[in-house]
């Protein structure tokens, strides 16, 4: 067992949606489902002014509030810490759209399922792809996938080096680590 | 990103619709323990209770479209005892349950034993409760992730349980109708105290550590939602009912209270109740903004 | 030839975990993982095709996945130099276009009462050829024009096409992109575009270019590379843009004064003795008039036009030399400089001037002519060659300082008004929408006996058309090899990935070889594209059946080494800090400050427009496309951005709508309050304000930049001036 998780750089982040448009591609997602959401921080006042992007995704939380809240099961922490969702029980409620503090759940306009990032790489669902779509596609390598269990992971070293941390630090023990 | 709300005016319909069930059945047990001889009002309440739920459900049944379209997916709805929603489920069915048997014992004219009337009465409160809870776990959202939701919702659904009741009786049962003083000076508390409620959650939402808090707050009182919020909300749901029951329980002469021009003042100041009752949902529902997860908000 | 049948093979079995078996006709067939216990009806046939990208001009190359006929991956080809493995967002989501529901699908003609009605290509080619013939007959073959956005096959069809039928005039979309750039590189270095070497430099400047912004893959790997390598890399853009991630500095300047800014940097260098005189002697002429033409362009001269501190002009121009050679001022693309400014030409020779104070040409870390290879002769008596066109293109003599291989297209709009041209064609262009005042460019149009417009959707453009010609979208056509140059230049194919999905539409070789025998001139085209392609490839040592199973070769021979000294191709044969041709064009002999034709007056409340590319868009081509304006939507990415403080005291809070107006148009627009965009200016991206109805998914979503800049030409370079137009804003409401 391992417990997956990722972490984004975001000093390396050019907010350029290349892991929006690959991830919505590589997974057959429709135009307007996106696993993957933005959000922009300018710091300073003009002319000394700095912009962060912060690309925010699944982060597939150990105390994960959508699995919490799913009336029926389909939201669920499956196996190496992946939070998964299972289609065919999902009825379309919303409510784990809504508990999820991140806001990084999405609801298939054709099926009315709810979706998110599945880390494609490993999704029991999916047949797994070499590396996430998303840390496949980044331009500038902001994007590192590993087990979070696993000390000599190259993930485990950068969080490490880097000291990077959840975005809202212990809410929900998420998975998905921010340099900032 | 441009936020939108998950939910819409379907899901409002659905909580309104809930809390006036669970509301009027209480409202029906609550006349037949204080006045027991109003059995034509006890039946509205009995009969509005398990028609409006059961509208709701269907409601949200439709809204669900991955249910709508999978029916057998809500068979699956009783499998995490860790979600509110299950437990709503749980309350629903049992309430619903509950008041289609005491709907027909009334209607084949026998007696309804006490135990299922408490029965009965509780799982409307808890539906009443249940509709703030299903809100307030969500941690994303200010305006919902606080304790006095479930509070504010089971005020206003008993407030709007017992207005349907009593708009209905004006015209079905308008002699009991003058004859329930005691419930009628209940009801009134219950919009005050509302108010209060209301007044109470925006502050603590205004507070809330994250933009997001006083975003919501701003919406309601000053943005988009301004004029439903003052006028539809406040002075139609709250102001006017409080004023005109004031003047027909307090100050207006027990003839013209008892008249029927009287009735028809309190049965405006019931309908403005119950699109209060609807209001508030709706712009509880909507004017959530989620907070700005990458602000160091809460650290 | 290099080896990269290997790195093709490491990448299939790298990038899937899979057996590769090749299959015939260069398609490689696969079995994914997993399907190999999948049962006979649910296993899938995926094939994997090397294609170029069409989103942007950088045509990245790419590996598509076609299971069961239908597009499911694309991944970045590794061995093209552009893409080096990655694709920008545009890459994967402009792909969608070929399953567009508002693809043009048959060919159309317009009737009297202005619509469109679908005839047969049949119909099409031969009244076409028929107009075509009776303008030649009554007006000469100059009265017949093409516009295009160069494209591996169309550059080289259109070109054929016009000058087989004896014109001389075909156009790119220069005038509204890079033609001042590039005609004012050639008038002082003699080439029209060179490549900083920003991975290994010490300090690098870029004005109004963007590497985050408007992307091509390598770029942002050389910048991220900069960055890491600790160089010194500056931003001079009124925008703080998104390579700030990976830059140290935002210059913040007043837009339109550039120039002043190099100037200033020049005035220091030679006043402070610090730039390298050795170089500058052997390499130019008329050094000493610019020198003391500049004399006056101090930094505290400069810091009143640019609004940047004297201080830091002056501190800049002594970074540059500490790091010199290992040091330039980025070429730029479209951004400041291609086509926006009464200065634009003057600017670009200015910045190869500095670049040449500082000797970087060819040094490492410095400015680079990175070598490229070009097809060879081949056999004339199958591809005929064409006679030479002796005529000159409409507006060489009016602006003489455009590149030729560009051309002033809004001359053509010019004469199109005066009655000069007769026919024009375009292909893969939207002039329509995306020039200066479109409303007068329609009323030019209108004036043609003849309009013919190739594309794959009703781009505004085509809405003016009398013929519109649907073309096959670029994943479902092989086009000629694109030589693409570099450190190590490369050839590389856009194959076809998809079978076609509307039988009535047709790629261009096709569309401009049977144009041609309609028009008479068939005899020039006696080829099939995979036979001229072919051709092409055998002309280099390989040929279309190698390059279909590889992608990209290689040509390592040619690879590039720092160090040579450039052959100046100019006139003198020397870097020019003095140009004939530019004094005879009526332009100072040396570049010196060319005030923009109009400055904001704040008072008034007046703010430039400026424009520029979002990572998501190309001009307006991808507007329409469903996954990238899902984007522009959810983000409010067609709000235009006002500066905070500006905002703040105009009562303007972010989100607001605003009336944005000037004398040329006005419109409704929501507004970005930033601290990102220098007071004076507004930004307005340029993809949107679609007026194609046909077009649902980008059809009234924003602003058409365009619409608010008024119909001129820079003097001498003949670009549109983008951004030559003030405008003002008006909170609604008020």
Redesign the interface.
Known sequence: MARYGMLINTKKCIGCYACRTACQRQNDLLPDESFIRFEEREVGKYPNVTVEHIPLQCMHCEDAPCASVCPTGAAHMGSDGIVEVDHGRCIGCLYCMAACPYQVRTRNSKTGEVDKCRFCTLSSYENGTKMCSCVDACLTGARIFGDLDDSDSEISKEIARTGAAPIAGDLTRAKIYYVR | ???EP??GAIIAWYLFLAGLGGGAFATAVFVRYRHPDCKRLMRVGRLIAPIVVIIGLCL?MF????????PL??A??L??F?????WG?VFLAVFVVVALIVLVLDLMKREVPMWLDCVGLVMGLCVAIYTGC??G?????PL?NSALLPILFLVSAVSTGMAAVLLVGVFYAPDEFNEVVVMKKFHFWLPVIEFVLVAALLFITAFNPSPAGWESVMSLVAGNWAVAFWLLFVIVGLVLPTILECWMLWLAKHEFETSRTGQMISALSDAGVLVGGFMLRLLIVSAAV??????PW?? | MSGHALTRRSFLVGSAGVAAVAAGAGLVSLSVRGEADADAETDKRTEVVHSLCNSCSSKCGYYAYVVDGELTKLIGDEAHPNAQGKLCARGYGYSQIAYSPDRLTDPMKKNENGEFEVIGWDQALSEIGQKVNDIIAQYGPEALAMVQDPRPSGKYYTKRFMNALGSPNVYTHGAACNLSKESGFTQAIGAANFESDVANSKMTMFIGRSYADAIRPSSVAALQQAHENGAHIVLVDPRLNNSIAFADEWVPINPGTDLALILAMSNVLINRDLYDAEYVAANSVGFDEWASAIAGYTPEWAEGITGIPAADIERLALEFAEAAPAASIEPSWRGAFGCSYANSGETARALCLFNTLLGCWNQPGGALFLPSVKAGDLDPAKFPEVPKVEAKMWGAEEYPLALSSMGTNLYVAEMAKEGKVKGLFFYNSNMAAGYSNPAQLAEDFANLDLMVVVDVQMSETAMLADYVLPECSYLERRELPEFVGGRVPVVSLRDQVLEVIHPNTRPVDVIFTQLAEACGVGQYFPFTVDELADAQLRSVGTSLDELRQVGTISFPEKAYAYGKVPEWKTPTGKIQFTSEACEAAGLSACPVWVEPQVMPNETVGEFRLIGGKQAIHTHTQTANCEPLMDITKSYGLDRIWINAEVAERLGIADGDEVILSNTMAEGPIKVKVTERINPTAIYMPSHYGCKSPDQRTAYGVGLNFMDFVPFHMEPAYGSAMTQETLVSVQKVGE
């Open positions: 990103m441009i936020y998950i939910w949200l809204d669900a479209a991955a249910g709508f379209a999978h997916r809500f699956l709805l499998t995490n860790g979600s509110v929603m299950t489920v299903l809100l776990v969500c941690q994303g959202f919902w989620p907070i700005t997860i990458v602000q809460m650290l």
